[in-house]
Every structure is written in structure tokens, then in C-alpha cells.
Nanobody, 120 residues
Framework: VQPQASGGGLVQAGGSLRVSCVAS????????MAWYRQAPGKQRELVAT????????YKDSVVKGRFTISRDNAKNTGYLQMNSLNPEDTAVYYC??????????????WGQGTLVTVSS
């Protein structure tokens, strides 16, 4: 089981991009889906999560109201819509499937990432 992220690319500052994540081989609707990102030379950080019922959580310091996470359980697919991108958003974006234990999210299945590059 390996969620597969796609949709990355090169975009100009101020632009938008939507990345997708297809999770095959698992009952997608039973899992929380999350997006992480890792910028060059930095640690991987959580961006947002979405539960099976559509409840969302964002890392506000990262997102600042610019990103929207969503999912389509029928398609085993999750999305991250990113608007008002700036060069600091340049990173490899990873999706995964996991669950919350209390207030903490624990990823179970990591996928390959997709590179998003924002030019100034």
C-alpha cells in the first residue's frame, strides 16, 4: 500500500496548483488523509489532515488560509488545493493515510511525494 501523489510542477508566485493523492490497496474511507511537505534543507512538516467524515485540520502557520484539503472516498483520492503560492512553499509534498490518537495524528502509509516549485 503506497499512496501516490501527483500534480506537482512549476508555478509562478501568486499562482495556484492542486495536487492529488490516490490511495490504492486500502479502505480509504477508514483513514484520515494527510499532506506533509519537506522543503530543501528542512524537516518534513504537517500541512493538513482530513478525516473520513470531512473534518479538516490545518497547520495555520503553514497554510495561512491559502490551502484547502479535500477528499473523494469513492475515488480513493485526496486533494490539496494551494492558492497564493510563494517561493517559501517550494517543497516535495507527500500524502499519507493514518489515524488520530487523541489530538495527535499518526501516519500509517506513506507515499512518494510530488515536487512543487514556486518561482519568484
Amino acid at each position: 500500500v503506497q499512496p501516490q501523489a501527483s500534480g506537482g510542477g512549476l508555478v509562478q508566485a501568486g499562482g495556484s496548483l492542486r495536487v492529488s493523492c490516490v490511495a490504492s490497496g486500502l479502505t480509504f474511507s477508514r483513514y484520515v488523509m494527510a499532506w506533509y511537505r519537506q522543503a530543501p534543507g528542512k524537516q518534513r512538516e504537517l500541512v493538513a489532515t482530513i478525516s473520513s467524515d470531512g473534518t479538516t485540520n490545518y497547520k495555520d502557520s503553514v497554510v495561512k488560509g491559502r490551502f484547502t484539503i479535500s477528499r473523494d472516498n469513492a475515488k480513493n483520492t485526496g486533494y490539496l488545493q494551494m492558492n497564493s503560492l510563494n517561493p517559501e512553499d517550494t517543497a516535495v509534498y507527500y500524502c499519507n493515510a493514518g489515524n488520530y490518537k487523541g489530538i495527535y495524528y499518526y501516519p500509517d502509509y506513506w507515499g512518494q511525494g510530488t515536487l512543487v516549485t514556486v518561482s519568484s
